[in-house]
């Protein structure tokens, strides 16, 4: 299994996202010459895991094993969707399947969207608000 690059950014926060080298455009319109990078991070609690975003679908994989090098996917609680385009948020029914327990977090309209495309099932879903917390021990995110 290859090692990757999961630089902690923070305390206990890592950058477990994915550099695109062969992306040429974003949008059908912004020209991409040197590529993109699909920005995911995980921050671990002491009680609580979450992974902010996901990747474009096909990076999955990689997704995964940089996630596997910080702990075991299937200790992740939470997911946030911070909106539902595939370069954000392909990554969701991977994650949710590899996290049994995972809920998505998301916004009203983010959970209309991730039932929709992704095919999170509601039970699944935690809606939240401008403001709204998690606590992760030690950490709170806000929304």
């Keep these: 299994m290859s090692k990757f690059n999961v630089p902690e950014i923070l305390e206990s926060v890592f950058w477990v996202g994915?550099?695109?080298w062969n992306r040429r455009v974003f949008d059908a319109l912004i020209p991409l010459p040197k590529g993109t990078t699909y920005n995911a991070y995980l921050?671990?609690?002491k009680?609580?895991?979450v992974l902010i975003d996901t990747v474009n679908p096909g990076f999955k994989g990689e997704l995964e094993a940089k996630i596997r090098q910080v702990t075991?996917?299937?200790e992740v609680d939470y997911i946030i969707m911070n909106h539902a385009e595939?370069?954000?948020a392909g990554g969701i029914p991977h994650m949710m399947n590899l996290s049994g327990k995972a809920k998505l977090v998301t916004t009203s309209k983010?959970?209309?969207a991730a039932q929709i495309y992704y095919g999170v099932p509601e039970g699944r879903i935690e809606v939240v608000a401008d403001s709204s917390t998690l606590d992760l021990g030690g950490k709170t995110q806000v929304h």
């Design 110 to 112: 983010g959970a209309e």
């Design 86 to 88: 595939p370069d954000h």
């Design 43 to 45: 921050v671990k609690g």
């Design 18 to 20: 994915v550099k695109d």
């Design 72 to 74: 075991n996917p299937a």
């Design 47 to 49: 009680t609580k895991t």
